[in-house]
C-alpha cells in the first residue's frame, strides 16, 4: 500500500475518476459471479448425467472471457491502489482515502452513490460501522499534506 495522505479537496478532486474505475470493478466482479455460476452448473450437470457432450469452443469462450474479466477487475483494482486509496468493499464500493489531521492518520471515507462530496470519516481501525461526519473532523486546509517519515 502507498504512504500517500490526502486532503478533503484532493480525495474530493479524484472521486469522478475513482467512480468510473470502481463501477468497471464492480462489473467485472458481477461478470465472475455469473461466469463462475455457468461453470459451476455445468459441472452439476455432467455430474448427474455422467457425462455430457459439450460445445467445447463455446465453453473455451467462455473461459476466455472469465479470464479477461479477472484481468480487468485487477487492473481497476490496481489502478484506484497507484493513487494511494484504498479499495475497502467491492460489494457496496467502498473507499477509503488516508490523511493526516493532527499528526494521526485517518481515513476519509466515501461509498458509491453518495455524492462527489466525502461526507464521512473513521479511525484507522475502526472501519465503515464507525463513520463519523466530516463536519466534526478539524481539518487544517493543508490537512493530507504531511508525509510519514
Known amino acids: 500500500m502507498s504512504d500517500r ?3 478533503l479537496e484532493e480525495a474530493n478532486q479524484l472521486l469522478p475518476v475513482l467512480e468510473s474505475l470502481l463501477k468497471r470493478a464492480i462489473s467485472a466482479k ?3 459471479a455469473e461466469l463462475d455460476k455457468e461453470f459451476q452448473d455445468l459441472g452439476h450437470r455432467i455430474f448427474l448425467m455422467g ?3 459439450l460445445d467445447v469452443s463455446k465453453w473455451a469462450r467462455r473461459k476466455t472471457v472469465r479470464e479477461e474479466t479477472i484481468q480487468l477487475l485487477k487492473d481497476c483494482v490496481n489502478e484506484i491502489h497507484a493513487t ?3 479499495v ?3 460489494d457496496i464500493g467502498l473507499l477509503d482515502f488516508p490523511a493526516v489531521v ?3 492518520t485517518v481515513l ?3 461509498k458509491l452513490g453518495e455524492p462527489h462530496s466525502i461526507a464521512h470519516w473513521h479511525g484507522t481501525q475502526e ?3 464507525g463513520r463519523k461526519p466530516i463536519s466534526i473532523l478539524k481539518m487544517s486546509k493543508d490537512a493530507g499534506s504531511e508525509r510519514p517519515n
Open 5 to 7: 495522505t490526502f486532503t
Open 84 to 86: 494511494g486509496v484504498q
Open 30 to 32: 458481477q461478470t465472475m
Open 88 to 90: 475497502k468493499d467491492l
Open 102 to 104: 493532527d499528526g494521526e
Open 51 to 53: 457425462g455430457i457432450k
Open 108 to 110: 476519509l471515507c466515501w
Open 127 to 129: 472501519g465503515f460501522a
